[in-house]
C-alpha cells in the first residue's frame, strides 16, 4: 500500500482493483508518485479496474493533468484496465472536471460514476 499525508493506493484483491484516494491538495511528485505506485500494482497484480475516490479530491495543477494525459494514461491504456470508476457525489465542485475525465477517458475504458462502492 502507498499511504502518504497527499493519497492511499492500495489493490483489492476481491475487486481485482487498483484504489487511489487523494487526501488533500498535492501537486509534482506528490501527486505523481501515487499514480507511480499504482501502475507497479497494475503490472504485478493485472487488475481490471481503477477506482477513484473524488470526496477529498482537488483541481489538478496544469502540469500534473499533462503529465497524466501524457505519461500515465497511455500506460493504463496498454494495461489490463478495462474499467475506471469514480467515486464523486452529485454536488461534488469536481463534477464538471470529472464529467470531463469520463468523456475523455470513455475511448479508452468504460466509465462510471457512482456514489459509493
Same mark, same amino acid.
Given at each position: 500500500?502507498?499511504? !502518504? ?6 489493490? =483489492? ?25 499504482? #501502475?507497479?500494482? =497494475? ?5 481490471? $479496474?481503477?477506482?477513484?475516490? $473524488? ?9 500534473? $493533468? ?13 494495461? !489490463? ?5 469514480? =467515486? ?15 468523456? #475523455? ?10 456514489? !459509493?462502492?
Amino acid at each position: 500500500m502507498y499511504d !502518504s499525508p497527499y493519497s492511499r493506493v492500495t489493490y =483489492i484483491k476481491s475487486k481485482n482493483a487498483i484504489f487511489f484516494e487523494p487526501k488533500q491538495f498535492c501537486k509534482g511528485d506528490d501527486y505523481r508518485n501515487p499514480f507511480r505506485y499504482g #501502475a507497479e500494482l =497494475i503490472e504485478k497484480y493485472h487488475p481490471t $479496474t481503477w477506482i477513484t475516490d $473524488t470526496t477529498h479530491g482537488f483541481e489538478n495543477e496544469e502540469a500534473d $493533468t499533462v503529465w497524466l494525459l501524457e505519461e500515465f494514461v497511455p500506460k493504463m491504456i496498454d494495461s !489490463s484496465i478495462e474499467k475506471i470508476i469514480f =467515486i464523486i457525489k452529485d454536488d461534488s465542485p469536481l463534477m464538471n472536471e470529472i464529467l470531463g475525465q469520463k468523456e #475523455a477517458l470513455g475511448v479508452f475504458f468504460e466509465v462510471e460514476l457512482v456514489e !459509493s462502492i
